[in-house]
């Protein structure tokens, strides 16, 4: 499985967010369910670059 940039693929599944003009993104969380070729489902997470493990913990939590 190689990483790839998944923007086009969430805005094709119609991913939206509550967010006011003028917010600005600084860190995200995606937990995508995938349906592989032959089938099988699984869960992939992917986070953005500035986001290390206690973050993303913490992220996850809140949410």
């Known amino acids: 499985m190689a990483e790839q940039q998944v923007g086009q ?3 094709a599944i119609g991913l939206t ?3 006011d003009d ?3 993104a600084m860190d995200a ?3 995508l369910k995938v349906i592989k070729a032959d089938g099988s489902v ?3 997470k992917g986070r953005s670059d500035a986001v290390d ?3 993303a ?3 996850v939590t809140a949410a």
């Open 9 to 11: 693929m969430l805005d």
């Open 17 to 19: 967010a509550d967010i």
């Open 22 to 24: 003028g917010d600005m």
């Open 29 to 31: 969380i995606v937990i």
């Open 42 to 44: 699984h869960l992939v």
């Open 53 to 55: 493990w206690v973050t």
């Open 57 to 59: 913990l913490g992220m």
